[in-house]
């Protein structure tokens, strides 16, 4: 699809029952501009038949000491079919609710994965010409659909994949315990969120896609109470000397406190302190991180200890971790808003 994305003002959509669209996020969050896709295919929430490089979660689950907790206080229901879509001019944002839609979405990833960011697959990824995992048929799956070209499969030109604790446990943990050690994530209190398998399509790498992308986002984080999100995001690449700046930066100045850290696997662990302490300009490195990075971190965002190199995507993984708590005023108090002006 080469479409570009041009969206007019917010507005809400025709559909019945929609209450007002969430308010995009603030100025603050980035453009995705021309840059290449910030993403981790290996990394946030995947998604149906693991892929080829990416080790199906071995063994038995992440002990989760807070699950019993969790369960106690009584999972929601699965989002309805008819979670409200946000709308701003000819795009709009919704859970894909048909396999239809999953399988476009399968198909827009293999196109930015495989076919612009080089991931490598065997013979029946390639000839499916789908990302899939088995992570996809537990997953929530965001897709940003530009109603210019049909409200349908054809129209789909972004995606994010959303895991939650019930989701991961039936596929047997979480899908970034494959590259990081998820304890201290596991014992937050609150409810988890993996984010994950977030791309946008080459002609729609702008800054309404994006925005849309975290309104949905903090719908389903308000709806769903979510207290954690976390994640692996990428950075391009397989070389971390080449990225000495970037990853220097971040475990400098965003590093997670103790009690949310998680840390790469000792076998696949990768020093982040590339560069002297002190040595590396602030603002150069921010500028040099791809913009979904920015996103996290301007939300009061942290990474994890030590960086994965994936080979398979073409990508080195830093751990993202963010409270929902910190950008609560930033998103879901004015989604509470709206729904609650919306019901009268």
Known sequence: MTHPGKPGAAEAGARRGVPPP??????DVPAAGSSPPSVSPAGVSPAGVSPPGVPD?????????QAGARAAEGDPAPLPADFPE??????????????????????????????EGGASGDAATRASGRDRDRYDAVADHLLVIDHAIGPGTEGVVGTYRLIRQAAAEAAGGFYSRAEYDLGPI???????????RSCVDAGYRNRAVMQLLWGGIAAYVFDR????????????????DALASELTYLHEHHLAPPELRPRALPERYVDMRRAPPGTVD??????LLPPLIKGYLRLGGFVGDGAVIDRQFNTTDVA???KTDLITEKYFRHYERQVRDASG
């Not at 969430?22 to 100025?27: D, H, N, S, T, Y």
């Not at 596991?186 to 994950?196: D, K, Q």
């Open 320 to 322: 993202i971790v963010v």
């Open 282 to 287: 602030p603002r150069q490195a921010l500028a």
């Open 22 to 27: 969430l308010g995009v996020p603030p100025a």
């Open 186 to 196: 596991l014992r937050f209190p609150g409810r988890l969120l993996e984010l994950g």
């Open 86 to 115: 946000l709308r701003a001019g000819n795009l709009g944002v919704r859970l894909a609710t048909t396999e239809a839609e999953i399988d476009a979405i399968q198909a827009l990833r293999f196109r930015v994965f495989y076919g």
């Open 57 to 65: 979660a071995a063994g038995a689950p992440d002990a989760d000491p």
């Open 225 to 240: 109470r979510i207290g954690l999100m976390f994640g692996c995001a990428s950075l391009p690449g397989t070389d971390p």
